[in-house]
């Protein structure tokens, strides 16, 4: 099993006091911080999971980084993300507004900026009341 990579975040350190330490960030508080930021925005219905994140929601938790992929490269950090908008609102919109909420949240959160945040439209669903008329 390979190890994964953990990046840590130098901690800024008062004149006069020495270094504290540093603050070690791991790539799944990323894929959260970046899947709660998407479902805060409007238009998004869900994000995509994966057959091991579904049976985790069947007994009842919530999966926050479902749908986000982290990557480190060496031009700095790339985020996926695989959600489902609702039926009749701007795809684009809510993808711009997708990007702007993640990289907001991974800056005010951990102080990493990121290079991309790639959000992959990969369905939409419809409001069920509509479908029963």
């Known amino acids: 099993m390979a190890d994964e990579i953990v990046h840590s975040v130098p901690q800024e350190t008062p004149a006069d006091k020495t ?3 540093r603050i070690e960030v791991a790539p799944e508080v990323i894929e959260v911080i970046a ?7 409007d238009g998004i219905s869900k994000t995509r999971g994966n ?3 579904g049976v985790v929601e069947k007994f009842g938790k919530k ?12 031009e700095g950090l790339v985020v996926d993300v695989y959600c489902f908008v609702q039926y009749g609102v701007s795809v684009a919109k809510v993808a711009k507004q997708v990007q702007t909420h993640i990289r ?5 959160m951990t ?4 290079k991309e945040v790639n959000v992959h439209i990969t369905g939409i669903l419809f409001d069920q ?4 008329n």
């Not at 999966?63 to 060496?74: D, P, Q, S, Y």
């Not at 102080?111 to 990121?114: E, I, P, R």
């Not at 009341?129 to 029963?132: A, L, Q, R």
Request: aromatic share 6%.
């Open 63 to 74: 999966v926050h980084g479902k749908g986000i992929k982290t990557e480190w490269t060496e």
């Open 35 to 41: 899947g709660i930021a998407t479902t805060e925005v």
């Open 129 to 132: 009341s509509d479908m029963k």
């Open 51 to 53: 057959f091991a994140t």
């Open 111 to 114: 102080s990493h900026q990121t």
């Open 19 to 21: 270094s504290l330490g």
């Open 104 to 108: 907001e949240a991974i800056v005010n």
